[in-house]
């Protein structure tokens, strides 16, 4: 694996697909669509710019989003999956049906809020790289993440299978 700056360098070239880049040669992970990779398989050795890595294909995608699933299959029963934001990211306020979730922040500031079904705030908590202690969510709980740094990267994890009805977007958006 490369330096970081030779894996910036091939970012410009591949228009962020670093990750991918980098580790194709090994097979290990694939890109399922633009900016969510896949490990072909559990127990892939991940390189120790990971953040670094994510965040700049964060910076590539119009969504300002990137995501490497741990997990091989979208069918999989657990789901492991690294997230990476930029500003101006947007999340929606959404809930799942079927799945608790559990959030680790690993880099960076955002809040992770939690609204009634009237889509008014019940619960504002901030997720903080540098303590990087679990919140959960609840099943079927309406929740959106809103980042407070320019950067911020978490760990998700929940159940599957990951279905297309898996996440419900609430009807009023701001």
Same mark, same amino acid.
């Given at each position: ?38 490990? %072909? ?11 670094? !890595? ?12 990137? %995501? ?53 705030? !019940? ?21 959106? !993440? ?12 929940? !159940? ?13 958006? %701001?």
């Amino acid at each position: 694996m490369g330096s970081l700056a030779e894996l910036l360098s091939i970012s410009k070239k591949s228009k962020g697909n670093i990750y991918l880049a980098t580790l194709s040669k090994k097979g290990s992970i694939t890109e399922t669509s633009p900016g969510v990779f896949h490990a %072909r398989a559990w127990g892939e050795r991940l390189d120790e710019n990971l953040m670094e !890595i994510l965040i700049e294909i964060a910076k590539s995608q119009s969504n300002h989003k990137a %995501r490497l699933c741990l997990h091989p299959d979208p069918d999989e029963k657990l789901q492991v999956t690294y997230l990476a934001f930029t500003k101006p990211y947007s999340d929606k306020i959404h809930k799942h049906p079927n799945r608790p979730e559990v959030v680790v922040p690993l880099y960076g500031l955002a809040f992770h809020s939690i609204f009634n079904s009237k889509g008014e705030l !019940i619960k504002k908590q901030l997720l903080d790289g540098t303590r990087t202690v679990a919140i959960s969510t609840k099943i079927n709980e309406w929740h959106t !993440i809103e980042l407070e740094s320019e950067n911020f990267v978490m760990l998700e994890i929940g !159940i599957g299978p990951f279905l297309p009805n898996s996440t419900i977007y609430y009807a009023y958006n %701001r």
